[in-house]
């Protein structure tokens, strides 16, 4: 007798999708999943001899309903997929399916917030606690939570900026209370749960994208309030392999400054991308030195490439500050004039 898709497990539906997709759509997914998710689906599809198509047809219906469901959750929360769920499904459809979606998947909390527009947020939230503005920000993209930090009054940058930066988990309890007092200035509903979000990540991505002016602001305060976690940002906030995002001067104004050693250390664990671009800066002459140097220091410790490509950093971090090279960013930074 063959089965029914509510008689297999959840690895084994998933298997089953991803042999109906294709190699190639599947290939696809494989890039946004982790190392032990795709072993065990690689496992479970090497295991499956002969699918019915039944059940092929059951596992796609299912994975349709469950998308539509989500997507229908991100617009407007819990109660409103319900709905439109069971317009499309009717009811007793509609209620298993968000009943598999809550029971499997969270749901993150200021959903509803992230579709809001950020100068029209800024009007509910800027009055609020540093804390509360922090937990919410942290929960916008980088894009959105930019605009509102840096509309924020000077002395509450710094103060949210920290907070984003020290956060780590955050309750239910919290999060309901927050939601609610939104709730009650949007009119919107959203659920909660334990939830990672926040630390030192999450603010670099938000200063990465503010303008010039407001993340030294921020920065400066920082430093005075708290400086090995300014410390701790500023490392973050520009990374070695962001080197290929600077412009052909820059880089040849950056290796002026730097150590032939450093660079031959640094290179050594750099991606393919990145030593093109260093080596197309420079000298044929100094580039095949570089490169033999690279070839017989031998195996390097990852301490030590770290250390080398953070001086190599701190380096570019200089010559933005004297305004020597420009590090591309969002807000007026990009404009050039």
């Not at 819990?78 to 998947?105: D, N, Q």
């Not at 309890?173 to 909660?192: C, G, H, P, T, Y």
């Amino acid at each position: 007798m063959a089965r029914q898709s509510n008689e297999i497990s959840g690895i084994q539906k998933a298997a089953i999708l991803l042999i109906t997709l294709g190699p190639e759509r599947s290939a696809n997914i494989f890039k946004h999943l982790k190392e032990d998710e795709i072993e065990a689906l690689t496992l479970e599809i090497a295991n499956t001899r002969s699918v019915s198509s039944s059940v092929k047809d059951q596992v796609l219906d299912e994975f349709y309903e469950i998308c539509l469901a989500q997507q229908y959750i991100a617009e407007g929360g819990i109660a409103y997929a319900k709905e439109l769920l069971e317009k499309a499904l009717g009811v007793e459809k509609a209620k298993e399916v968000i009943g598999k979606l809550t029971a499997s998947l969270q749901v993150r909390p200021f959903e509803f917030v992230r579709k809001t527009d950020a100068t029209q947020l800024l009007n509910f939230i800027q009055d609020e606690h540093p804390q509360t503005i922090a937990l919410i920000l942290a929960y916008l993209s980088p894009a959105q939570a930019a605009t509102i930090i840096s509309s924020l009054s000077p002395d509450k940058q710094a103060d949210v900026a920290k907070r984003i930066a020290m956060m780590d988990r955050t309750s239910p309890d919290v999060i309901k209370e927050v939601e609610k007092v939104l709730e009650r200035k949007l009119a919107s509903l959203m659920n909660q749960d334990y939830t990672i979000v926040g630390g030192v990540d999450s603010i670099v991505e938000i200063l990465n994208t503010v303008d010039r002016g407001t993340e030294k602001h921020i920065m400066e305060q920082l430093e005075i309030e708290d400086p090995e976690l300014a410390d701790e940002i500023r490392k973050k906030m520009f990374v070695f392999e962001d080197i290929i995002n600077l412009d052909d001067k820059s880089i040849q104004r950056v290796l002026r400054e730097v150590d032939n050693n450093d660079l031959a250390v640094a290179l050594k664990a750099a991606g393919e991308e990145v030593q093109n671009v260093i080596f197309n800066n420079m000298s044929k002459r100094l580039a095949a030195m570089i490169r033999e140097d690279m070839e017989y220091m031998g195996p390097v410790r990852l301490k030590d490439v770290e250390e080398a490509q953070q001086r190599i950093v701190n380096i570019i971090r200089k010559l933005e500050e004297s305004s020597e090279i420009i590090i591309a960013r969002g807000g007026g930074d990009e404009i050039i004039v």
